[in-house]
């Protein structure tokens, strides 16, 4: 008997990052597909105030009516730039028929979904979304060691579609993660202070609590020079 009801964690950028290390070793994508839900918009997340509840109502539909097993997507980027957590990343995606790669290999692709109606004359993709929405695409392609080609939006698999939303444009969007990525540090200087100042600094340390800092602070800089 189906479950009723299921509950999705809500991340920021930083935190599902690290949450994303954790599977590098467990599962490999091998591309990053953008949807848009068009339905729920964000006038309609706006409006609720359980937010859970919208992306209840996507499993919902994704389960009761498309028999996807599970909601389709592995993330989904709601309006204020947080992440909300979709089917278990183990799984491949109900992204796009015949694009899946949905043998139980753990070998498929990543897929996200920006809640919005992002079509010509409907809402805009932008602000924190946008930011999370771009850095996110990064963050896999980064992680997993894909190259720019491997980021696919729905409508390139299945032309019928505008997803995801005809005032989203490619090129402008693959430029957005290109200019993310370029403005960050490089990995050769952040390197250099880790290995200069962090390490010895680790090693010195005489609490828990300033090595603990001393960590984080190192994998800030990894992070931000797109090693993590
Ligand atoms: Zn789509």
Redesign the pocket.
């Given at each position: 008997m189906a479950v009723e009801r299921k509950n999705f964690r809500r991340f920021t950028f930083a935190e599902y990052v690290e949450y994303l290390q954790t599977f590098v070793s467990k599962v490999k994508f091998t591309q990053v597909h953008v949807?848009?839900t068009w339905k729920p918009t964000i006038a309609d997340y706006r409006k609720a105030t359980d937010k859970m509840k919208i992306i209840q109502a996507m499993w919902r539909f994704h389960t009761v009516t498309n028999n996807w097993g599970d909601i389709a997507q592995h993330a989904t980027i709601d309006p204020d730039g947080y992440i909300w957590e979709g089917r278990s990343l183990l799984e491949a995606p109900a992204?796009?028929v015949g694009y899946n790669d949905s043998s139980p290999d753990r070998i498929h692709p990543f897929m996200f979904?920006m809640i919005g109606n992002f079509d010509v004359g409907a809402e805009k993709l932008e602000g924190a979304q946008l930011a999370t929405s771009v850095k996110l695409t990064n963050a896999i392609i980064t992680l997993w060691k894909l190259p720019e080609a491997q980021i696919k939006f729905?409508r390139e698999m299945n032309p019928a579609?505008t997803?995801?939303g005809s005032a989203v444009n490619k090129g402008v969007f693959i430029q957005l993660v290109r200019d993310w990525r370029n403005a960050e540090m490089s990995p050769a200087d952040a390197n250099k202070i880790i290995s200069t100042w962090l390490s010895p600094a680790w090693f010195a340390a005489s609490t828990k609590a300033e090595r603990d800092e001393i960590h984080r602070l190192a994998n800030e800089l990894r992070k931000a020079s797109g090693q993590l």
């Open positions: 949807h848009g992204s796009s979904e729905h579609k997803c995801p």
